[in-house]
C-alpha cells in the first residue's frame, strides 16, 4: 500500500507506479488540485479520499480498480484507466 496524503500535497509529476499484487494499492488523500502525468500499473487498486481533484494525464493499465471515496479524479487531458478495472463512486 503506498498513502499519499496532505493538506495541498498529493500525486504529482510522472514516471510509473507498479501496483504489481492484487493486495497492492494506492491511496490520494489530497485537499488541493495535482496532476500526475506517468503511469499506474499492475493488479492493485487506486483510491481517491480528500476534497482535492487528481487530474491524471497519462495512459494507466492498472486493473484492480478504481474508488472515489471524495473529490475528483479527472483525465479529459488524455489520461486513461483501464477497461477491465471496476469504479466506484461515493454519493454526495
Not at 500535497?9 to 488540485?33: E, H, K, P, R
Amino acid at each position: 500500500r503506498i498513502d499519499v496524503t496532505g493538506a495541498t500535497n498529493g500525486l504529482t509529476g510522472s514516471g510509473t507506479i507498479a501496483l504489481t499484487a492484487a493486495a497492492d494499492g494506492l491511496t490520494v488523500d489530497q485537499d488541493g488540485s495535482t496532476t500526475f502525468s506517468g503511469s499506474i500499473s499492475g493488479a492493485g487498486d487506486l483510491i481517491k479520499e480528500g476534497n482535492g481533484k487528481l487530474t491524471l494525464t497519462g495512459s494507466s493499465s492498472f486493473t484492480g480498480g478504481t474508488t472515489v471515496s471524495a473529490g475528483t479524479i479527472d483525465t479529459t487531458g488524455g489520461g486513461q484507466l483501464a477497461d477491465t478495472g471496476a469504479i466506484s463512486i461515493a454519493s454526495g
